[in-house]
């Protein structure tokens, strides 16, 4: 079976002290495509190759730095070819901390951890509600429970237009959680939840990851 997704799974300068990013990424594997169609790959140098003929392109990296690095411009790189041919992109939970500083990374995914600012409460049973945006993604499903951080108080970039399909409640605002966006031919959706495997015991969150999954590939 030809690889139809590639999981991009930080290590090392693209991962950090707090997020089990290897066994996310394993969890993510088993849940959104069948054996062989889907690859997880750990550094940049693999990513290039990796991409050739998939659809599909999960990051679920981070960072415990606040510059850029030289392999930073390689990733964003291979992400703009990637995206101008019309793959898609999931971005989850901690890639907003990821490839820091860098433009066209911050602008596909359209929010970043902003130091000093951006926050989570403490993990734990959370309520992710459903906003009023009406999309394929979202149709018929409601709000849920889940195990997991709540980014709060990203920053949203300039010029990126984010209308959240989940969305939270934290210090009396309402904060995105979840959106989805059509750039050319391209499908992108950042997805603030996962921080770890107790994140995907929810069997509403599987649900909307599976769904997400299927618009970006196009299924639905």
């Known amino acids: 079976m030809p690889v139809d997704t590639v999981i991009f799974s ?7 002290p707090w997020h089990p990013l290897a066994e996310t990424s394993a969890t993510l594997a088993t849940l959104i495509g069948d054996p062989g169609s889907v690859t997880i790959v750990t550094s940049v140098d693999q990513l290039d190759a990796a991409l050739d003929g998939a659809r599909l392109l999960v990051v679920n990296a981070s960072a415990n730095r606040s510059t850029p690095i030289p392999e930073d411009e390689d990733f964003a790189r291979i992400l703009d070819g990637f995206l101008a041919r019309g793959g898609s992109l999931l ?18 995914v359209g929010a970043a951890w902003e130091h000093g600012r951006s926050f989570h409460p403490p993990i734990g049973p959370s309520l992710v509600r459903r906003s009023g945006v ?13 195990f997991d951080e709540r980014y709060t108080d990203l920053e949203l970039i300039d010029g990126v237009d984010v209308e959240p399909l989940y969305v939270h409640d934290e210090g009396g605002a309402t904060h995105p959680l979840v959106w989805a966006r059509t ?20 069997p509403e969150h599987v649900e909307l990851l599976r769904r997400v999954v299927s618009w970006l590939r196009h299924d639905s």
């Open 10 to 16: 930080g290590d090392g300068p693209h991962a950090d």
């Open 91 to 108: 971005a989850t939970h901690s890639a907003t901390l990821a490839f820091p500083q860098v433009p066209s990374w911050r602008s596909a």
């Open 134 to 146: 009406e999309h394929p993604i979202s149709t018929g499903l409601g709000d849920f429970e889940v």
């Open 183 to 202: 750039v050319g031919s391209s499908r992108i959706v950042y997805s603030a939840l996962g921080h770890d495997a107790r994140s995907y015991e929810s």
